[in-house]
């Protein structure tokens, strides 16, 4: 490990300066039973002070770093479902022989509690997935995920979002999905085998996509109510939602 020479330079001079200051005390005082108390008592400090900058200090420091981080990616991550998310699932609904029960499900989450929305991000990865790669419009998935490969490129871009481990695996599903389809010459006359393949490309994205979907909507109804409250007007899962507000 290279060392710094500033560094090396200053810790030098600091224990100089320490002992001259000693040598001081000792020459005006003439007692080095009180010297050495405190000289044991403040390097018996160091140990207690070191365990509550690294340990306390640092650690109190960190987690709200992570806070802010976290906060500044949620930001990133409505971007993504307000540019591409959100139509994505509706995409995915309908190759979802299942769908009903998913919009069942999920249609009246704007009167859940944070409870509901934990255990139902949690419950949505064990949820029966059924898609049909033929129920639903291959092409026109493919020329939507083909269109936004320069926006989920910008993403990737951004370093910090990588760390966000859930929100990575969604991105590389959603690419992995955009690639095969891409990869198909004639996405109209595909074997038995390659639909199955595909089907399971969907429900892998899709069950990455529903999970982090919920996730960010918990975090918009703790936050940001307004932005909470549009995002229940334009549910996905909600096929006659609107951004309009009627009147009671």
């Known amino acids: 490990m290279k060392l710094d020479l500033w560094k090396?330079?200053?810790?030098?001079?600091?224990?100089?300066?320490?002992?001259?200051?000693?040598?001081?005390?000792?020459?005006?005082?003439?007692?080095?039973?009180?010297?050495?108390?405190?000289l044991v008592g403040d390097i018996a400090f160091v140990f207690i002070e070191v365990w509550l900058v690294t340990m306390i200090i640092h650690e109190l420091l960190d987690y709200r770093d992570k806070k802010d981080k976290l906060n500044k990616l949620n930001m990133i991550i409505g971007a993504f479902f307000s540019e591409v998310g959100n139509s994505l699932l509706r995409f995915f609904s309908d190759f979802d022989c299942n769908a009903e029960k998913m919009r069942?499900?999920?249609?009246?989450?704007?009167?859940?509690?944070e409870e509901k929305f934990i255990n139902a991000s949690r419950k949505c990865k064990e949820y029966d997935y059924d898609i049909d790669s033929q129920k639903g419009d291959l092409e026109k998935l493919r020329d939507f995920l083909v269109g936004k490969?320069?926006?989920?490129?910008?993403?990737?871009?951004?370093?910090?979002?990588?760390?966000?481990?859930?929100?990575?695996?969604?991105?590389?599903?959603?690419?992995?999905?955009?690639?095969?389809?891409e990869s198909r010459t004639d996405i109209k006359e595909l074997s038995e085998s390659d639909l199955k393949h595909l089907a399971n490309d969907i429900r892998r994205a899709y069950i990455h996509l529903t999970s982090e979907w919920l996730d960010y909507m918990n975090h918009l109804r703790i936050k940001y109510p307004y932005l909470f409250s549009l995002a229940m007007r334009t549910n996905p899962f909600n096929p006659s939602a609107t951004a309009e507000i009627e009147d009671e």
């Open 149 to 181: 490969r320069p926006f989920l490129l910008n993403l990737l871009q951004n370093s910090s979002l990588l760390e966000h481990d859930t929100f990575s695996d969604l991105l590389w599903s959603v690419f992995h999905l955009t690639e095969e389809l």
């Open 104 to 113: 069942e499900d999920l249609i009246a989450c704007h009167k859940w509690t």
């Open 8 to 38: 090396i330079f200053w810790g030098i001079l600091l224990i100089i300066l320490s002992v001259i200051f000693y040598t001081i005390h000792f020459i005006l005082f003439r007692d080095p039973h009180h010297l050495f108390i405190f």
